[in-house]
C-alpha cells in the first residue's frame, strides 16, 4: 500500500467515525426531543407523525374509510337514507330522505355516523364488539375500491408510513362470485381441490386485470411513483386476500383456495387472513376444520406466507376452553407466520413453550391496541403487550379498522408509547419489525434479523453522508424488502437531522 493510499485509508476512516458519532449525537438530540414529547399528547403526535413508522400490516380497508367518505359518496349518487335502520338505498322506501339532507341535518348526520364508527360509542349501554361488527352492516354505498385505496394511501403517506398490506380483496365481484358458486364438498379435499381449480384462471384474469388499472390510477391520485404496488415511490401496498371464518366449510375452502392460488399466481396479493368474529357459533365449531382446510391447501399451494387472526378473545366472549389452543393451533396447523391481536395468549397451554417457539420460528404478533380496547374492553396493563415485549416476540403496531376506530397510526403509536412507556429506541424497532416481518420478498439488509447487523455491503447506510454504491443497487433491485428496509434507514437519518 503506498503512502496515497494510506492516507485516504485514514482519511476515510476519520470521515466514518465522524459520520458514526453524528449518527449518535443526531439520535441522542433526537431522543431527547422524544422523552420531552411523551408528557403532552399533543407534543407526542406532532412528533410521531412526522416521525417514519415504516408500515401498518393489519388495515382492513372496509374499515379503514371514515364514514364521512361514505356518507359524501350517498350524496353524490343520489341515495336515500333511512333514519331507521341507518341505511342508504337506491330507492326511496316510506321515511327514507334523500342523502343530501344529511348536509343541513346535522342530527341524521351525526347518527349515521355514530352508527358506523365508534364515534360515540359508550361501553355503558351496549358492547363495544356488538357495536363495532354492526358498523359493516352500514356500509353499502357505492364506494370504489379505487376511492377507498386511495384514502387509505393518502392518509399513511401524510404520516410517513411508505408501506402497507392492505385487507382488500382485488377480484371483482361477478368474477368472484362465478369462482364461489356451488362450493366443493370438503369431505374429500383432493377432489374439492380439481374442483376450484378449473374455476382459477377466470377468477386471476379479471383479478390481474382490476389490480392493473388500480396500480395505474392510484399511483396518480396518491400522488407517488408508478406502479403503487412497486418500491420506487415514497408509499406503496400489497394485498392480502381475507377469507371469512363464519361460514359453511365448503364456502370457506373455497375462499381460502381462491386466495391462495392469486397468492400463487401474482406477487401483488402477498397472503390470505382470515377475519369475522372470532367468537362467532359457526367460527367457534368450524375452527378444528377451518385449520385442516388451511394446512391441505397451504401444503398443495406453494407455502405461502399466512397472516391470521387468533385470540381476539376474552373470557366475556369465550369459554376458556376454546383459548388455550387457538393461538398454538393457528401457527402449527394453520401456518400462521404473524398473528394477528393474540390477545388471550395467557390462557395458552404451556405458554413458555408456545413463546420460546414462536421466538425461535420469528412469528410476529400484529398488536391493534385501539381496536382491543372497543371490541374487546381491552386495554392499559390488562393487554398482553408487555407479556409479548418481554418475551421477546416480535411486534408491529397497526390500524385494524382505522375508519371504525375514527383512529390512524400515529395514534397507535402514541397510545403504545404512554400506554407502555416505550423508549424512542423501542419506538424504531416497532418501525423496523413492520419492514422486516413483512411478506415483502427477497433477502433482509439485517443479518438473521439483528438491527444492529447490517449486511456488509450497507454496513453504513446508517451514516449521513452515505450514497448508494453500485453494488448496494444491485442488492436493492434484487430485493424489495431489503429496498424498503434502507428507505427506512434513511428515512430515519433524516428525521434525526
Ligand atoms: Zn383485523
Keep these: 500500500m503506498n503512502r496515497r493510499s494510506v492516507l485516504s485509508v485514514f482519511a476515510y476512516a476519520a470521515v466514518a467515525f465522524q459520520f458514526s458519532v453524528l449518527a449518535l449525537a443526531d439520535e441522542a438530540s433526537t431522543t431527547k426531543r422524544f422523552e420531552h414529547a411523551k408528557a ?15 408500515a401498518d400490516l393489519h388495515n382492513h380497508v372496509s374499515g379503514a374509510v371514515y364514514g364521512e367518505t361514505r356518507l359524501d359518496a350517498a350524496i353524490k349518487s343520489d341515495l336515500f337514507f333511512d333514519p331507521t335502520t341507518c341505511n342508504f338505498s337506491r330507492e326511496q322506501t316510506p321515511g327514507s330522505v334523500p342523502a343530501k339532507e344529511l348536509l343541513t341535518n346535522n342530527a341524521l348526520a351525526a347518527k349515521y355516523l355514530d352508527t358506523t364508527s365508534m364515534r360515540s360509542w359508550r361501553s355503558a349501554n351496549e358492547s363495544g364488539h356488538d357495536h363495532f361488527f354492526d358498523t359493516f352492516y352500514h356500509m353499502s354505498v357505492p364506494l370504489s375500491l379505487s376511492d377507498s385505496l386511495t384514502e387509505v394511501l393518502s392518509r399513511a403517506k401524510a404520516q410517513n408510513v411508505q408501506y402497507m398490506e392492505l385487507m382488500a380483496n382485488p377480484v371483482p365481484s361477478d368474477a368472484m362470485n362465478a369462482a364461489l358458486a356451488d362450493p366443493p364438498n370438503v369431505d374429500d379435499l383432493e377432489k ?55 361460514v359453511a366449510n365448503p364456502n370457506f375452502f373455497a375462499q381460502m383456495a381462491c386466495g391462495l392460488a392469486l397468492v400463487q399466481a ?50 366475556a366472549i369465550s369459554p376458556v376452553e376454546v383459548m388455550r389452543s387457538r393461538i398454538r393451533k393457528t401457527i402449527e396447523i394453520g401456518h400462521a407466520r ?18 420460546a417457539e414462536m421466538k425461535q420460528k420469528r412469528i410476529a404478533i400484529e398488536i391493534c391496541l385501539t381496536s382491543n380496547d372497543s371490541i374487546l374492553g381491552i386495554s392499559g396493563n390488562r ?9 421477546g416476540i416480535p411486534m408491529i403496531l397497526n390500524t385494524d379498522d382505522e375508519g371504525v376506530s375514527r383512529g390512524n397510526l400515529t395514534m397507535e403509536f402514541v397510545r403504545a408509547i404512554r400506554t407502555y412507556n416505550l423508549s424512542y429506541n423501542d419506538v424504531k424497532l416497532l418501525a423496523r419489525n413492520s419492514i422486516e416481518y413483512s411478506f415483502l420478498p427477497g433477502a433482509s439488509l439485517y443479518v438473521n434479523g439483528d438491527y444492529l447487523k447490517l449486511v456488509p455491503e450497507l454496513a453504513d447506510v446508517r451514516n449521513p453522508g452515505w450514497t448508494p454504491s453500485a453494488r448496494c443497487m444491485e442488492l436493492m433491485n434484487a430485493s424489495d424488502k431489503l429496498t424498503e428496509e434502507v428507505t427506512l434507514e434513511r428515512a430515519f437519518v433524516e428525521f434525526e437531522k
Design 40 to 54: 403532552s399528547e399533543p407534543q407526542l403526535i406532532a412528533f410521531v407523525k412526522n416521525m417514519p413508522k415504516g
Design 192 to 246: 374439492a381441490l380439481a374442483q376450484m381449480q378449473t374455476r382459477f384462471p377466470a377468477m386471476i384474469a379479471a383479478a390481474k386485470t382490476n389490480m392493473d388499472s388500480l396500480d395505474s390510477q392510484l399511483s396518480d391520485l396518491v400522488g407517488t411513483k408508478a406502479p403503487i404496488t412497486g418500491v420506487a415511490g415514497p408509499i406503496n401496498f400489497r394485498y392480502i386476500f381475507s377469507v371469512s371464518r363464519t
Design 266 to 315: 401474482d406477487k401483488r396479493v402477498v397472503s390470505v387472513n382470515i377475519l369475522a368474529p372470532e367468537d362467532d357459533t359457526m367460527a367457534r365449531t368450524n375452527f378444528d376444520t377451518q385449520m385442516r382446510i388451511i394446512d391441505f391447501l397451504w401444503n398443495r399451494m406453494g407455502k405461502p406466507d399466512l397472516t391470521l387472526h387468533a385470540g381476539e378473545l376474552t373470557l
Design 338 to 355: 404473524r398473528i394477528g391481536h393474540g390477545v388471550s395468549i395467557a390462557w395458552e397451554d404451556n405458554l413458555p413453550g408456545l413463546l
Design 383 to 391: 393487554h398482553p403487550f408487555s407479556l409479548y415485549q418481554e418475551a
